[in-house]
């Protein structure tokens, strides 16, 4: 007939899986009690019962007032509205902080610094050195308003000015006289002595003019005799 063997009787007979140690069962029993109880107890406290009515659901329901915007309760009223209050604040300044990140530190109408009174702070910003960029905002050597040069009117203190340019010498550009016109294209006039010279281009022109005529016109085929009279003569006799 098979007998029952508790675990105790078997832990302390020594059989392969347990260790022989007197007072070990108990605490092993005590342990596994413990991991019980620490897996199916509770552990946030439990809140006291209290008897919900439909009255109780009625005013949670209507805390809020839509009409006049407000808490029906004064104190959660006051609370919400510090909150409120604490969260604008806390966004102004990080919009503030932002745009200083990326924008000037005066203000460019009245040109006050934004910065004022966190100069002792460690992330206040620190002025650069100077040092002289040229042609950082103009090719001219002037002020394109003013046309006065850069020395006289800038907006930079009189040593943080841009140097004035050398003086550069003139290049003569040398042209020559070939080809070069003595009157206007446009209106055909001479730039000097017109009247003096149209007479003597109309000379000119009348004796080149003579000149071709006697070439090509020297006996007439039609009167059969010549164009000049003194030729004609001298033929006849």
């Known amino acids: 007939m098979a007998t029952t063997v508790s675990i105790k009787e078997a832990m302390l007979a020594g059989s392969g899986n347990f260790i022989q140690q007197?007072?070990?069962?108990?605490?092993?029993?005590?342990e596994m009690n413990n991991y019980t109880d620490t897996r199916t107890a509770?552990?946030?406290?439990?809140?006291?019962?209290?008897?919900?009515?439909?009255?109780?659901?009625?005013?949670?329901?209507?805390?809020?007032?839509?009409?006049?915007?407000k808490f029906r309760d004064p104190a959660v009223e006051k609370a919400i509205e510090k909150a409120e209050?604490?969260?604008?604040?806390?966004?102004?300044?990080?919009?503030k902080d932002r745009s200083l990140r990326y924008e000037q530190t005066y203000n460019v109408v009245n040109f006050e610094n934004k910065?004022?009174?966190?100069?002792?702070?460690?992330?206040?910003?620190?002025?650069?050195?100077?040092?002289?960029?040229?042609r950082a905002g103009t090719n001219a050597d002037y002020n394109i308003?003013?046309?006065?040069?850069?020395?006289?009117?800038?907006?930079?203190?009189?040593?943080?000015?841009?140097?004035?340019?050398?003086?550069?010498k003139e290049k003569v550009k040398k042209m020559t006289t070939t080809g070069l016109r003595d009157y206007n294209i446009i209106t055909g006039r001479y730039l000097e002595y017109?009247?003096?010279?149209?007479?003597?281009?109309?000379?000119?022109?009348?004796a080149e003019a003579a000149h071709k005529y006697w070439q090509k016109h020297d006996f007439d085929p039609l009167l059969c005799r010549h164009y000049d009279e003194s030729k004609e003569k001298e033929f006849q006799e």
């Open 22 to 30: 007197e007072g070990y069962y108990s605490t092993w029993k005590q």
């Open 145 to 168: 308003l003013s046309n006065i040069p850069l020395q006289e009117h800038h907006f930079a203190a009189p040593e943080k000015r841009p140097p004035a340019k050398e003086e550069k």
């Open 42 to 69: 509770w552990k946030e406290p439990l809140e006291p019962y209290v008897k919900r009515t439909y009255k109780d659901v009625k005013a949670r329901e209507t805390s809020y007032d839509p009409i006049v915007q």
């Open 194 to 206: 017109h009247e003096d010279k149209l007479k003597a281009d109309q000379e000119i022109q009348r």
């Open 85 to 95: 209050q604490q969260n604008y604040i806390d966004v102004i300044a990080k919009n």
């Open 115 to 134: 910065l004022k009174g966190l100069e002792d702070r460690p992330d206040y910003p620190k002025e650069k050195p100077w040092y002289f960029r040229a």
